[in-house]
């Protein structure tokens, strides 16, 4: 999935039609798509920390970009200011919308591979694949130019899990 979408953005840059390319770490959104009928499921070990964000963040950074001409053909690197491992996030998250769950499940990534060939479900050869990248791939991007130009992600996990709290 990293490598097509890697790939891509190479042929748009290549192409000579101007763009913006956006590349932002994990939402806090995708959340919710770790939790299915009051269980909360993690794919491997997930030993690196990211910088999270909030889609509300990245919206407003995109819409910057179409009022600021200087932002024609970049590359942008949107990574929140608050660094998390995905198991202790994922373990916050619980605690607010989800008391029931008590500890958060790990799958290691071999048994979600064999269950999505067993079962032909290509959603979870698509999770197994790209969990497996970041269990390997550390964030390496730097945001300086980003935040300079866009302003950087300012909504914190806490104010936006209080946020769904509230709903």
Request: proline share 5%.
């Amino acid at each position: 999935m990293t490598e097509n979408k890697y790939q891509a953005e190479q042929l748009i840059i290549n192409s000579g039609i101007p763009y913006i390319i956006f590349s932002p770490s994990w939402f806090f959104e995708t959340l919710e798509l770790m939790v299915r009928d009051g269980k909360d499921m993690l794919i491997s070990k997930q030993p690196n920390q990211a910088h999270w964000i909030t889609a509300d963040d990245f919206a407003r950074m995109v819409a910057i970009t179409y009022k600021k001409p200087e932002a024609k053909n970049k590359i942008f690197f949107v990574i929140g200011s608050e660094e998390y491992l995905i198991k202790d996030l994922l373990e916050e998250y619980c605690k607010h919308l989800y008391p029931e769950i008590k500890k958060v499940s790990t799958f290691p990534i071999g048994i979600i591979k064999m269950i999505a060939i067993l079962t032909g479900n290509k959603d979870k050869k698509n999770d197994a694949s790209l969990f497996g990248y970041f269990e390997k791939v550390k964030e390496m991007s730097n945001p300086d130019k980003t935040n300079e130009l866009l302003g950087r992600p300012i909504i914190t996990f806490e104010k936006w899990v209080s946020s769904k709290a509230l709903l």
